[in-house]
Each structure stands twice: as structure tokens, then as C-alpha cells.
């Protein structure tokens, strides 16, 4: 009898207890690849040099499909210009690279299985039996010719469109869906913008519906807040040609912040090329956040992960943002931060214990300093911060900035407290309200604000401000770019804070990285 009951006991733990847990987690992976570059874009390519070319990049893609495929990957994303490189000065030197890639929403076609229904299409016909041979989606980001009448008032002299464009494979091979970029980078000259904003969403049978935005898209409210916020994508695809621009600006500061920001997870594939600060990136989701990032190695890393399905949410604006299938994932796991965005400014704040509370009631310090500095190419208010522990504030326009902290020993290095609110008008315009507690690379003020990576002071503090958005980024980098979360975090009434005490490593960046999209293209 008592075998009898173990043997169905253990039955009905395979039946229920697997299927429950495999439908909660899939596995992905990003590959941060080292691109063969063409080195000199002075020389023109024809299509076999081009194709030669793209050859030994789309060959590592195979190696990583293959190693990926034993560890039983579902979907793999590759990054931004991972194909042809970066290095192009005109259209006419990448047009031999690019592609004619068909409207998925128009024509179902599989190039592994159909490889003639179009000519030049040599590298969607690989990606395609990648996908297919690997039994996974497979995501790249390629070039995109595309021929237009000269009639067509937008159509190029050169008689084509040229699109930076993600191509989504499903486990079959076929292209269910393809993206082209809307926010150009400003060497991107050889590419054109699309005529409207794309909101592009595939659905896959592992974990629902996924988003997909490319690179510079993610610093603007269109595509890519909404596409989170009015479509309720929760798991978003984010090929990217990151170069990282310290103290804020760095790929895995500040991708880790837009996903916890958010509640999602964000599949991040950067290049790694440090000569040209190219390395960081990551699988962030709302339980953990592994990412890769080596200034020093020129190896490429493929990242593999588990990675939480998130259910995704129909209206995700703040008010809404308490909806029953977020409560839900949360309930099950109650120690996945909760969103930042489902905190309504002003409103009641989700209850968390704030462990550096008596640092804003007592130890003012000595005032610090005030004064300006260049910080990310604007022009920040600085306060110094010179004591073991205190309490500070500046403030920059109607934006003021707090700061608690307290040095775990005698203080080694200088730290300041910035405040900006202002437009950042450097590759476009960006209004910015940022609060930001940073290490300064030298022991005179014009060093604050600069980028360091190293740090030996370890800080508890709480940072907070009277922020006027509520789409706010919380960073926290250490020494040696090492991520960190905050303990705690969100709004209490008109103010955004962010907590964080016992780290391990020096602190270089703790900032609140705010966006005011409603403002970007004001004077």
C-alpha cells in the first residue's frame, strides 16, 4: 500500500507540479558579438565582398544558435549592425549589405524552405535555418533596401529606402515580423526613418506576446514607453549598438533601470567592441538581472537565462498598474520588485521600510559647496558632500535634490550631489530631470561629473527629489560596473526616492534618472 501511494504521489507530482513550473519561466540568451567590422568604407563593396563578409559574422550566429539549442534555449536575440558592422559614411557604401525583406503582415514566407521566392535575400535565407535547425525564435538586426517611385514625395534620389530593421524568425524559420528603428542615431546617416512610428508585437506558445524597439529607441517616449504602455507588452527585444557614456548613460546602468522602471523584462544584445565603448548586456527581469559587460576581453559572451513570464497588462498606466495579473505574479512571488510605474506620483506609496530613515532627521552635516560642472554634456548644480555622514540638497530650476548617506569609514574619495532640469540637446532633444549622487574622478570640483569605474567608498543613502514626471530610472552603479538594486524605492507624496545600504563595493553612480517626454520638442 505504502508503495502504491508513493508511486501516485509522484505521478501527480509530474503531472501538475512540472507543467505549473515550466510555464512560468523560459530560457533565453542574448549574444554580445564582436562584429567583423569593413574597416574602410572608402573602398566600395560589391555584393560578394559584402556577402563574404557578412559570412564570418553570420557563422559565429550559428555557434551560438548550436550552443545555445543544447541548453535549451527558446529565444535568442543578436545585436544592433551585427551583421555588416558600423562603420559606413554614405547610403551607397552600405547599400551592397542591405536586403529586400518582405512585409510579414503581408506575405507568410519561410527563406529556409522557400530560398528563391526573393532575390538577395542570401543572409534571411541563413537566419532563417538557424532558427529552424535550432528550434528557436531567433532575432537579428540587418539592413533593409526597399525600392519607391520618385513619384513618392519622401522617396530618395537614389530610388530606395534604406531601413535599419529587426527580423523576428519563429522556431519554424518563417518571418512572422520585422521592425524598422524610428529614432536614428545621428551617424546614421546612411539609414531613413521610417514614414510612421512602428509598434511591432509577435506572440510565441512559450511565454506570450513580446515587444521590440532598437538602440536609441529607448531613450524616447515613442517607440518604446508606448509600446509598454498602451499595448501592455511586458517582455520587450532590444538589439543595440550601446556605447557607454559614464556617469549615466553606461548599457547595463541604464537598461537595468528601464526594465525595473517598467516591471518587464528586457532582452538586451549589445556589440562588444570596448575600443569604441561598445560592451554591456543583459537578460533584466524583475527577479534577477544577469548581464555581461568587459572592457578588456575582445571575446564575444553569449548570456543564458531563466527568465520569469510576466502576465502582461492591458492598460499599464499608473492607475491601472495594480491590475489583477500583476498582483497575481506578485503574490507568487513576493520578492520580485514591484514597478516603479505602479506608484502614482503623489499617491500612496507601497509600503517598504526604509532603512536610512533616521539620516533625514538628524546629521545635516557640514554645508557642502555649491557649484556648476559639465556633467553628460549639461550643465549641473553640484553640492560637495565633505563630511561621514549627512544630509544635503541642491537644486536646479524647481527640481531639488536630497541626499542621506553615510560612509561605512573615513571617506577616501569626493563625492557630489548633481541637480539638472533642463533640456539635453545632444543627438536630439531630451528634457531630463535628473538627481544624481555621484563620484568625482579627482579632488577639484570640475571633476564631478566625469566618468570613473572605480570606487573604494561604501555609502548607505537615501536619495530622493520633488520630481515632475513620473517616468523615473533608478541607478545604482559600484566600482568595477557592478549593478545593484535599490532596497527600496518609489514615491512618497510629491517626492521620488530610492533607498540602498550594505553594498559590497565602492559606489561610482546612484542617480534618478527622470525623463519628461511631454517636453522633449519644447523650447
Not at 294 to 302: I, T, V, Y
Not at 382 to 402: A, E, M, R
Request: glycine share 6%.
Amino acid at each position: 500500500m505504502g508503495a502504491f501511494c508513493l508511486r501516485w504521489l509522484l505521478l501527480v507530482w509530474q503531472c501538475f507540479v512540472i507543467p505549473v513550473w515550466g510555464l512560468d519561466f523560459y530560457k533565453a540568451a542574448v549574444y554580445e558579438h564582436p562584429t567583423v567590422l569593413h574597416l574602410n568604407s572608402m573602398i566600395p563593396s560589391t555584393r560578394e565582398g559584402a556577402l563574404r563578409l557578412m559570412q564570418k559574422n553570420l557563422d559565429k550566429y550559428q555557434e551560438q544558435v548550436h550552443e545555445a539549442s543544447k541548453q535549451g534555449v527558446k529565444i535568442i536575440v543578436f545585436p544592433e549592425d551585427g551583421l555588416q558592422g558600423f562603420l559606413f559614411n554614405s547610403r551607397a557604401s552600405i547599400f551592397p549589405y542591405l536586403e529586400p525583406i518582405p512585409d510579414p503582415n503581408v506575405v507568410q514566407w519561410n527563406p529556409c524552405l522557400q530560398p528563391t521566392e526573393y532575390n538577395g535575400t542570401e543572409v534571411l535565407y541563413q537566419l532563417s535555418c538557424m532558427a529552424r535547425n535550432g528550434n528557436m525564435y531567433l532575432i537579428a538586426n540587418m539592413g533593409e533596401r526597399q525600392a519607391c517611385e520618385l513619384s513618392d514625395p519622401q522617396c530618395p534620389p537614389d530610388g530606395r529606402y534604406q531601413f535599419n530593421t529587426n527580423v523576428v524568425f519563429d522556431a519554424e524559420g518563417t518571418l512572422i515580423a520585422k521592425y524598422q528603428k524610428w529614432k536614428l542615431f545621428r551617424v546614421e546617416i546612411y539609414y531613413n526613418k521610417p514614414k510612421t512610428v512602428q509598434h511591432v508585437i509577435f506572440n510565441t506558445p512559450f511565454a506570450g506576446k513580446f515587444g521590440i524597439f532598437t538602440c536609441f529607441d529607448i531613450l524616447f517616449y515613442e517607440p518604446a514607453v508606448s509600446l509598454i504602455e498602451q499595448y501592455g507588452v511586458k517582455q520587450i527585444i532590444f538589439p543595440t549598438a550601446w556605447m557607454n557614456k559614464l556617469p549615466l548613460l553606461s548599457a547595463i546602468e541604464f537598461h537595468q533601470a528601464f526594465a525595473s522602471a517598467f516591471g518587464i523584462n528586457l532582452l538586451a544584445a549589445n556589440q562588444h567592441h570596448p575600443e569604441y565603448n561598445m560592451t554591456g548586456s543583459g537578460i533584466y527581469t524583475p527577479l534577477d538581472f544577469p548581464y555581461y559587460y568587459n572592457a578588456k576581453s575582445s571575446e564575444g559572451k553569449l548570456l543564458v537565462a531563466k527568465v520569469p513570464i510576466i502576465t502582461s497588462i492591458k492598460d499599464h498606466s499608473p492607475e491601472q498598474s495594480k491590475s489583477q495579473g500583476t498582483s497575481a505574479f506578485l503574490q507568487r512571488n513576493s520578492h520580485i520588485e514591484p514597478s516603479v510605474l505602479q506608484q502614482q506620483k503623489g499617491g500612496k506609496k507601497l509600503e517598504q521600510i526604509d532603512p536610512l530613515k533616521h539620516l533625514t532627521l538628524s546629521h545635516v552635516g557640514s554645508p557642502g559647496d555649491i557649484f556648476h560642472a559639465s556633467m553628460m554634456s549639461d550643465n549641473y548644480t553640484f553640492i560637495s558632500l565633505t563630511d561621514v555622514q549627512g544630509n544635503q540638497q541642491v537644486c536646479s530650476n524647481n527640481l531639488c535634490c536630497h541626499v542621506a548617506y553615510e560612509h561605512a569609514n573615513t571617506p577616501s574619495n569626493l563625492y557630489a550631489l548633481g541637480a539638472y532640469n533642463g533640456h539635453h540637446r545632444v543627438n536630439g532633444s531630451r528634457y531630463l530631470q535628473v538627481c544624481a549622487l555621484v563620484k568625482c574622478a579627482g579632488s577639484k570640483y570640475d571633476t564631478c561629473g566625469q566618468g570613473v569605474t572605480n570606487a573604494t567608498d561604501i555609502i548607505d543613502f537615501k536619495l530622493w527629489g520633488n520630481f515632475s514626471t513620473r517616468y523615473i530610472f533608478p541607478e545604482i552603479l559600484a566600482s568595477e560596473m557592478k549593478l545593484y538594486r535599490a532596497d527600496s524605492r518609489g514615491w512618497d507624496n510629491n517626492d521620488f526616492y530610492m533607498t540602498k545600504k550594505g553594498m559590497s563595493a565602492g559606489l561610482v553612480t546612484a542617480a534618478l534618472y527622470g525623463r519628461w517626454y511631454e517636453k522633449d520638442n519644447l523650447s
